[in-house]
């Protein structure tokens, strides 16, 4: 069955400090790979996306992940974090079923940023 | 563009009620997903509506059910609630098919 496994659920770093943040998927196919992040309070919003071609993704806000098929991990990054993303990060893997927008969702990792 | 609009926002229900719940879409985007988020089990895919018909359901009982109308809108309902019904209810649009979701807001439901 498809899954995704986020292994840390906090994590906590200083601002100005690197961030990654691990992704391992479990899926049959080609993935379609992404990360989303929340806010409290919030709806989700899309960080980037991995479809093909080029496996170093550039996302909004100076995040980028990495494609690993070997290691069947999509690793979200950023060299110097910022307070504001202090939030929660979710990676998912889709769509499930040809024809159909059903993404499964990693448990998420909450990311605490300390001044 | 408008983003993904969802209403209501936030919303207290006692058990045994029932909820509706509306979406409305990106402009130009003809897919409407819903999802439920709890502390607990996470985010959950409940159903998936195209062209006004259910593409794909997740494994919700009959109670939740929805609909999509002909300006691709969305409603879902859930019926005879349930405390653990308690959660944030998730709808995102798509356009193509490659699962990018554009996700509104939410609407957090409350259920006594």
């Known amino acids: 069955a498809q899954s995704v496994t986020q292994p840390d659920i906090h994590i906590t770093v200083s601002e100005g400090a690197s961030l990654e943040l691990r992704c391992n998927y479990s899926?049959?196919?080609?993935?379609?790979l992404f990360w989303y992040v929340q806010s409290p309070g919030q709806g989700l919003q899309l960080l980037l996306k991995y479809f093909s071609g080029d496996t170093l993704v550039q996302g909004i806000k100076g995040f980028e992940a990495e494609f690993k098929r070997s290691q069947s991990s999509f690793n979200l990054r950023k060299p110097s974090v910022h307070w504001s993303d202090a939030a929660e990060y979710f990676c998912?893997?889709?769509?499930?079923?040809?024809?159909?927008?059903?993404?499964?969702f990693g448990q998420g990792t909450r990311l605490t940023i300390n001044p | 563009k408008a983003g993904v609009t969802q209403t209501p926002r936030y919303l207290i229900k006692t058990r045994g009620q029932q909820v509706t719940l509306s979406c409305s879409p990106i402009?130009?985007?003809?897919?409407v997903s819903w999802y439920q988020q709890t502390p607990g089990q996470g985010l959950q895919f409940l159903f998936e509506y195209f062209s006004e018909t259910q593409r794909n359901k997740g494994n919700f009982p009959g109670r939740f059910s929805g609909r999509q109308f002909s300006n691709s809108r969305s409603e879902m309902n859930v019926s005879t609630l349930e405390l653990g019904d308690s959660a944030l209810y998730l709808c995102?649009?798509?356009?193509?098919?490659?699962?990018?979701?554009?996700f509104g807001e939410g609407s957090r439901l409350t259920v006594l």
């Open positions: 995102a649009s798509s356009v193509g098919n490659t699962g990018e979701l554009f």
């Open positions: 402009s130009g985007h003809r897919s």
């Open positions: 998912a893997v889709g769509p499930i079923i040809q024809g159909a927008q059903k993404l499964v």
């Open positions: 899926y049959g196919a080609t993935p379609y």
